[in-house]
């Protein structure tokens, strides 16, 4: 394949994975939120800044831009095995949480959560939805990550590669921010802490990563 069938192809991944993830996400809450009584008093889809902004742009944005790094570079030895665990840990993260909401005997109630230890539909499904999400993210920046490191050092892949990482780096620390906004309201519950914490747990590994990738790429460099 040449350099810019290449291009178009992994640009295409990326689109393509960018509007799974929002098809998926806020456009099922979207569905759901349409579908399902709400309770009075209770929050709504549109009340939470981390599902309408977080999945309706800043998850799409950061999945498509990591699909589209992975897609410009090859594959390293052992990438899927690291990746594979990172999305068993990923998951783990994702599940920890959505069992604490279940659990807290005053979490704050919403439309998906309409009384303690109760999801509706809309909340197994979100819960499965930021499960997997959780895996996903995960496995793709362990990939991407990993692939630039292997990469040649002038490369025009990487460089492409390594645009795409910024962009979504960006959108990550965007979710993070518009996430904690939502988990951490006027009363901080044990649900929304344990969000919080699971979110910090992710952010340091995923600075662990980079640090790795950035001294990979500097000892790549010296040797060259």
């Known amino acids: 394949m040449t350099r810019k069938g290449w291009c ?9 994975a960018g509007l799974l993830v929002l098809a998926a996400g806020f456009g099922a809450l979207l569905a759901f939120s349409a579908a ?8 709504g889809l549109f009340d939470y800044v981390s599902a309408t902004w977080g999945d309706g742009l800043a998850l799409p944005a950061m999945t498509a831009a990591l699909s589209y790094a992975i897609g410009r570079l090859h594959a390293v030895p052992r990438e899927r095995m690291a ?14 949480t959505q069992m604490q909401w279940l659990r807290d005997d005053t979490p704050h109630l919403n439309w998906t959560l309409p009384r303690p230890h109760h999801f509706n539909t809309a909340g197994v499904y979100h819960a499965v939805f930021l499960t997997a999400m959780c895996a996903i993210t995960a496995a793709l920046w362990t ?6 490191g292997g990469a040649s050092s002038n490369s025009a892949g990487r460089r492409a590669a390594l645009a ?11 979710f993070s921010i ?6 951490l309201p006027a009363r901080p519950t044990a649900a929304s802490t344990a969000t919080v914490v699971a979110m910090g747990i992710g952010a340091a590994l995923l600075l662990s990563l980079l640090a ?13």
């Open 178 to 183: 518009l996430l904690t906004i939502d988990s």
């Open 8 to 16: 178009l192809q992994a640009a295409g991944q990326a689109v393509l």
């Open 212 to 224: 790795l990738t950035a001294l990979w790429i500097r000892r790549a460099h010296s040797q060259n």
């Open 164 to 174: 795409a990482i910024g962009v979504a780096l960006l959108a990550a620390v965007s």
């Open 83 to 96: 990746a594979a665990a990172a999305a068993v840990l990923g998951a783990a993260l994702g599940a920890a």
């Open 36 to 43: 399902t009584p709400r309770p009075t008093g209770l929050p």
């Open 143 to 148: 990939a991407a990550l990993l692939r630039i």
